[in-house]
């Protein structure tokens, strides 16, 4: 290793991935962590299922404790010392011990950041008072657990509606807690596509949470043994617990004072060996800007994988290894009532900001054989490069599978594969387990048939669709029981005998209940010399728009 002291500020996910790291590839180093808090290496990802009580005992978060590090990798861990400055050019950092409020000067080689991310608590009257919390640390979820027991709560406001807001829905539920969920905007998860979370929205309200979206939270009042939580359109909700689960943002006040560069999203900017612009200083984990892998754009990422990897980047970048940092597609995964929501790379919301050119699917496949008991359908969306067929992301919901198939897509990202490869993927297949034609597969069948020609998409938001001949080829019952208005019903049983009543000089878009129905018409009109497409997903995804 060419750097003989290693310093590491921050002991969570990436700085203790990197400080383990670091310590595998050299024996002679000495390596030192700086932990403000009270632990070291816990699992954070956790804590929401702990004030459940689905983890029942704290010391499982415990990833690793102080000494373990020093027992199994001889890595000396100081908690409770928080480190206040950073002396470039003599290369030391001064540090706190909050025990003992003693201020000392480290010296170091190579001084990696790994800061993380705090909660984010906006300025809003009443939001310091007595039972409004965030949770970030095993401290806070102490804090909660000591409230919801103290207080006998029954009645809690969840403000935030992303992952963390869902995990904590579900497990205040969990607990017997009566749950109201505030969401500023019109949908929960808002990185993901309106129409994937309609599911997760149904499931929440199923499970009695008062969902109430487009609520932005203006103020905090204190009514006797309740907290008022009021919003800009006027409504109040009674609360005694509330939790604010806004997401985070980057720790980068130390890089700042240090003179570090920084992005424009507020997090530290570093290369693709995770150095910053300080030869000597590496910085990992929530606190830093990467390129996102798709869309090249910088961004933050707050997830514990990235920072893990993160860390072993820039140990071998210490050690004068040549590793370097992909990117980020952002792979991430929300258990909430037992249904799985999951997505990696771009989302399409994100491909229009962008002006990116794409084409999407929607698919609703089986997690396995519908034969085999226990089958549970999957909500798959693709999205595609139209030139080349290259993925740029994925997004399923489903009780079943899930994150199989996104994990599957994920690494097809990583590889910049296509949706051709997808059709050729070969996956594991029983019974049991899915299918011979996996919904990885058919997500590339679909998108190839797009592509080539030969089964043309068609949008349930594109503007053609007023414009077209619209044709249910659902059974008669099927049809009569809900169909979108407008559609002309004709089975695909029946088709062949009545081609003569649909034109060849307009356009044809075919629908089933599913997709699949539909694309066996759309091939038997296209070889009879008509202009037809499939509307993608089917009658199911059109109940979702």
């Known amino acids: 290793m060419t750097q003989k002291r290693i310093l590491i500020v921050g002991g969570v996910a990436g700085g203790a991935s990197c400080a383990a790291r670091s310590r595998r590839l050299s024996e002679e180093a000495e390596i030192v962590i700086f932990e403000r808090g009270s632990f070291v290496s816990f699992a954070n990802c956790g804590l929401p299922y702990y004030v459940g009580n689905v983890i029942a005992e704290e010391k499982k978060l415990l990833v690793a404790t102080t000494d373990l590090f020093k027992q199994r990798f001889n890595i000396e861990v100081r908690i409770k010392n928080e480190v206040l400055s950073i002396d470039r050019q003599n290369k030391k950092i001064t540090v706190k011990n909050l025990t003992t409020n ?91 596509d309106r129409e994937m979370v309609i599911p ?62 920084i992005g424009d999203k507020g997090g530290i900017r570093v290369n693709e060996q995770m150095r910053t612009s300080d030869e000597s200083i590496w910085a990992v984990g929530d606190a830093v800007e990467v390129r996102d892998y798709v869309t090249k754009e910088w961004t933050l990422i707050a997830l514990a994988g990235p920072a893990n990897r993160q860390g072993r980047i820039a140990a071998d970048a210490i050690a004068g290894r040549s590793s370097t940092f992909r990117g980020v597609q952002g792979t991430a995964v929300c258990g909430i009532f037992g249904l799985t929501v999951a997505n990696t790379g771009a989302s399409e919301k994100t491909l229009k900001r962008l002006k990116m050119p794409y084409e999407k699917i929607c698919l609703h496949p089986g997690h396995h054989v519908s034969y085999f008991p226990g089958a549970k359908p999957i909500d798959l969306k ?59 597969n058919f997500a590339g069948m679909i998108a190839a048939n797009a592509l080539r020609g030969d089964a043309p998409i068609a949008q349930w938001d594109g503007s053609d669709l007023t414009e077209s001949v619209l044709v249910d080829v659902r059974e008669v019952g099927e049809f009569e029981a809900g169909h979108v208005p407008g559609a ?55 109940k979702s728009y």
Request: include cysteine; charge should be neutral; glycine fraction near 8%.
């Open 382 to 440: 693709l999205l595609f490069s139209p030139k080349d067929g290259r993925i740029l992301g994925a997004q399923a919901v489903g009780e079943e599978g899930v994150e199989k198939r996104i994990d599957v897509i994920s690494m097809a990202i990583q590889r910049h594969s296509t949706v051709f490869d997808l059709e050729e993927a070969e996956l594991c297949y029983a019974p049991q387990f899915g299918a011979a034609k996996d919904p990885v």
């Open 102 to 192: 003693e201020i000392y000067q480290e010296r170091y080689d190579a001084l990696v950041l790994a800061p993380g991310a705090s909660p984010i608590r906006p300025p809003l009257p009443g939001i310091d008072l007595p039972g409004i919390f965030a949770l970030r640390t095993i401290p806070d979820s102490r804090r909660i657990r000591d409230w919801i027991a103290e207080r006998q709560v029954k009645q809690a406001v969840v403000v935030g509606g992303g992952f963390i807001g869902l995990e904590m829905t579900e497990n205040l539920v969990h607990r017997g807690i009566a749950v109201t969920l505030l969401e500023m905007t019109s949908q929960v998860i808002p990185i993901l």
């Open 200 to 261: 997760v929205q149904e499931r929440l309200r199923a499970h009695g949470v008062q969902l109430c979206l487009e609520k932005e939270v203006t103020q905090f009042e204190q009514q006797e043994n309740n907290i008022l939580v009021s919003t800009r359109s006027g409504n109040r909700y009674p609360a005694q617990l509330v939790i604010i689960a806004l997401g985070v943002r980057p720790e980068s006040k130390l890089a700042i004072e240090a003179g570090l560069e």
């Open 488 to 542: 002309i019903n004709v089975p695909l049983s029946q088709l062949r005998d009545r081609l003569h009543e649909l034109p060849k000089d307009k356009k044809i878009l075919v629908y089933c209940q599913v997709g699949q129905r539909a694309y066996y018409a759309t091939r038997i009109l296209r070889l009879n010399g008509f202009n037809a497409s499939n509307l993608t997903g089917g009658y199911k995804t059109w």
